[in-house]
């Protein structure tokens, strides 16, 4: 006995073209009712389609519109994270550059607070004022460096904002 039903093909056809049972021929569908590999295949076909049916309900697409203004919205925000990245490291490297400055300055500036406390130590104890001079002459120049560099960021810093923020 060979498998299936010599129909079975004009029955899946038949449910394929949605026309069952109503758009179909009578004889199909009178034999589908009577055969039992077709009735096996009416309700299994039925039965998929009754659950793809209900899938299609339960999913809601939105309007393509919306779709569009959603990728045109990711792919702006997308291109200002890649546009920032590069400044991000800049802001690393700034910070890194300026922690190593102040201390270095901090390192600059340690022998002339001892020296200084040394001074005021000398002055507060009456001890001979030869030394001093010497002291004198060394916070000059250590503090000159400090003074010269604060200088330069006191004039650096409205060059770069001007740089920064003009419209050209």
Do not use: K
Not at 126 to 136: P, S
């Amino acid at each position: 006995m060979a498998p299936g039903c010599p129909r079975e093909h004009d029955v899946v056809t038949a449910m394929l073209a949605r026309g069952w049972p109503d758009e179909c021929d009578e004889a199909v569908r009178a034999h589908a009712m009577r055969c039992p590999i077709c009735r096996d295949i009416v309700d299994l076909v039925s039965s998929l389609r009754d659950e793809r049916d209900s899938l299609y309900e339960a999913v809601s697409v939105p309007a393509a519109g919306q779709v569009w203004w959603r990728a045109a919205i990711r792919a702006r925000l997308e291109a200002t994270q890649a546009a920032a990245r590069p400044l991000t490291w800049l802001y690393g490297t700034a910070g890194a550059c300026a922690a190593g400055l102040l201390i270095a300055a901090v390192g600059l500036l340690w022998p002339s607070v001892h020296y200084d406390s040394i001074w005021v130590n000398a002055w507060t104890t009456g001890v001979d004022w030869g030394g001093a001079a010497t002291m004198f002459t060394t916070l000059a120049l250590r503090s000159g460096l400090v003074l010269l560099g604060a200088a330069m960021c006191i004039v650096a810093a409205p060059l770069a904002l001007y740089l920064a923020l003009s419209d050209d």
